[in-house]
């Protein structure tokens, strides 16, 4: 459904120094270079599923999209998705286009949102029936019911987002993009916005991108996911296996009924944490059942529980791996 091979995009920026004198050399004679910003991305995504794309800040993640979404050209390369090239703005692949950026707005704000949603069918000219039967769907879906009534711009953040999700899945597109959708919103409504997104997959089969620095939105809907950094792809397979890149180390963390001295603790592993309350222990996989078994005869301990250790320390090193020459 979509289909990398190549990708690159550049850009060209122009660079001067502070300063009035500097500014004034920069309109006789302007310095510029060259940015690459995503390089030789090849990776393609089947429907019926979300597929997590992660990376810090300046990545990549949001060029990436606007090349899957037509809005940007690229550099060298090329990208198919429902077997059109996106750049093309081919009026049919728009038709089967969703995508959604946190806090990027696009239903009026001085109108209803139900007007919002008319208007959205005019503009992609939807059969009026289907168009009722998918709103309903989704009002009920995203749990709009009055709030869909309201004028936009009286609505919460939280309000605002569900409303922009129903007006990009009106027309049912194929693929979804989505760009950060949970940003700035609290648990309440970032819950709300997981639960749409698994419904809407099951409900029609689309292939679903997702960016989030929020690990919850990944965990709780990706099977399979991409890392990129500095604008090369780092990792791509199941969420499954990128957890197991933890290696060889396991995460023991003890609920204490009293003090323990570091010192009797010390030779089971690193300390993570260590409080009157809480131990934390990451220790070899190959020495974690030894380890849980001196920690188990300790008096002071309530409770122990071995785990791998958390996902951001996993992305943090791939994040990390210098990129291929």
């Known amino acids: 459904m979509i289909t990398v091979h190549g990708l690159t995009r550049e850009f060209t920026v122009t660079e001067r120094e502070p300063g009035l004198r500097a500014a004034l050399k920069s309109v006789a004679r302007r310095e510029q270079r060259v940015v690459t910003a995503i390089d030789d991305l090849t990776f393609s995504i089947a429907s019926g599923g979300v597929t997590g794309f992660l990376g810090p800040n300046g990545s990549g993640k949001t060029t990436t999209l606007k090349c899957l979404a037509g809005l940007l050209t690229p550099t060298r390369g090329s990208v198919e998705v429902l077997g059109y090239t996106p750049s093309e703005r081919h009026p049919e692949f728009l038709r089967q286009l969703g995508f959604v950026m946190g806090q990027r707005w696009q239903l009026n704000v001085d109108i209803p949102v139900l007007e919002s949603f008319e208007l959205h069918r005019v503009v992609y000219d939807l059969d009026?029936?289907?168009?009722?039967?998918?709103?309903?769907?989704?009002?009920?879906?995203?749990?709009?019911g009055d709030v869909a009534r309201q004028v936009a711009r009286k609505l919460s953040l939280g309000q605002r987002m569900r409303c922009e999700f129903a007006a990009s899945l009106l027309h049912r597109p194929s693929v979804v993009l989505l760009d950060e959708p949970t940003l700035g919103l609290d648990f309440d409504a970032q819950q709300q916005i997981r639960s749409f997104v698994g419904a809407y997959v099951e409900l029609t089969g689309a292939a679903v991108l997702l960016t989030s620095h929020y690990l919850a939105d990944i965990e709780a809907l990706c099977h399979d996911v991409m890392t990129i950094s500095r604008g090369r792809i780092t990792y791509t397979g199941t969420l499954h296996e990128l957890q197991q890149m933890a290696g060889d180390q396991k995460l023991i963390t003890v609920r204490l009924s009293a003090p323990v001295p570091r010192a009797s603790v010390a030779q089971l592993g690193e300390i993570r944490e260590h409080t009157d309350t809480t131990l934390v222990l990451e220790v070899r996989r190959g020495a974690a059942g030894e380890a849980v078994g001196v920690l188990e005869h300790l008096e002071a301990v309530a409770d122990v529980s071995l785990a791998d250790p958390p996902l951001e320390d996993t992305l943090r090193a791939l994040y990390d791996i210098p990129v291929p020459p």
């Open 128 to 144: 009026t029936t289907e168009f009722r039967q998918t709103r309903d769907e989704l009002i009920e879906l995203l749990d709009l």
